[in-house]
């Protein structure tokens, strides 16, 4: 075996190898165009992004600027043709108390949903996240996803089949005498809506904003649970045993610890519940009654009286919504849990 040399006894290092120690040097493309991006990385980023910002600029941007304008024209009241001519009468149209009728029945509605589901969608956010173990919560987040694999409109068509005189939710509150109790909850303006259809003998569940109400909250519920779920996630189980360890019962730990931390969860799972809600327009038209909604009036000024300035006028009215619930979701932190 060849002797070891004792650390003490090596040699110096030569100054002259570190003298003449010189970095290696990165060789540029040959060709000009990789040399370009190599000098410009920027140019490369621009590259990817030129073909889904262009399309989002033309189609996205563009039908938004598009009907923008088409809102400023009007309708003449004796030839019926659109004067592409910059007024304000669609706008002046909207404050009238039929449309502000539209917008609040919308609007609530919305917030009703949003708000159900987030007290329905916490619990069983909060038990996958805490509870389940691996295997379970993956079978969970399949239970919660899986309705989105089907078609919306089956998914729809199908409680109209559930809320239908016939239907399940009728059969089994007639065989425990509760149709009276039904009729009656039918009955109320909030809860049954007010139409022709609605003061016939018997009230039906599949036409009313009770059942356009479950509805909504069965379709976009998913999209409240993934949120809330992942800001659970990240709330450290370290914190919640530490709460436990002072002295805090679990009713002041979910009310002091888990709530706040899981509460830009709840605002990011309401963008989703609040704007999809607001424009919907084929639940509504399915459910609903002579009771307008922004969905189906926009489809009625555009496909039945051909009035596309107010039709695009009152579009603009959930942007508009939606831009100051989206200001005041960014400042509650909504969008770190996306």
């Known amino acids: ?109 919305a917030a009703a949903v949003t708000i159900a589901s987030a007290i329905v969608g916490f619990p069983i956010a909060y038990f996958m996240a805490r509870f389940a173990r691996p295997r379970l919560k993956g079978i969970l987040y399949l239970l919660v996803i899986l309705p989105l694999w089907s078609s919306y409109l089956v998914r729809v068509y199908s409680w109209k089949l559930i809320l239908a005189d016939k239907g399940v939710i009728n059969w089994f509150l007639n065989l425990l005498h509760l149709d009276a109790i039904r009729d009656w909850v039918l009955s109320l303006p909030v809860l049954g809506g007010q139409s022709s259809l609605s003061e016939i003998s018997h009230r039906s569940l599949s036409v009313s904003y009770l059942g356009m109400f479950l509805v909504f909250v069965y379709i976009w519920l998913p999209y409240m649970i993934l949120p809330i779920n992942a800001a659970l996630e990240r709330v450290p189980r370290s914190m919640l045993e530490a709460s436990g360890d002072l002295g805090a019962p679990p009713s002041r730990t979910l009310r002091y610890i888990i709530l706040p931390l899981a509460f830009p969860g709840i605002v990011a799972g309401s963008i989703f519940t609040f704007s999809l809600t607001l424009g919907d327009f084929i639940i509504p038209f399915i459910f609903g009654n002579s009771s307008y909604f922004i969905g189906p009036a926009v489809l009625t000024l555009q496909g039945t009286t051909g009035n596309f300035p107010l039709a695009a006028a009152l579009t603009t009215v959930p942007i508009v919504i939606m831009g100051i619930y989206l200001s005041i979701a960014g400042r509650l932190g909504a969008f770190d849990a996306l």
């Open 1 to 109: 075996m060849p002797a070891k040399i004792p650390y003490d006894n090596l040699p110096p290092p030569s100054s002259q190898t570190i003298d003449s120690y010189r970095p290696p040097v990165v060789q540029r493309p040959a060709n000009p165009i990789l040399s370009l991006l190599f000098r410009r990385p920027w140019l490369g980023l621009l590259a990817l992004l030129a073909l889904p910002l262009l399309w989002l600029g033309v189609f996205y941007l563009g039908s938004l600027a598009s009907l923008l304008v088409q809102s400023f024209f009007y309708v003449d009241e004796d030839t019926g043709s659109v004067v592409r001519q910059f007024s304000l009468q669609s706008f002046q149209a909207l404050a009238t108390q039929t449309y502000f009728d539209i917008v609040a029945r919308t609007a609530l509605m």
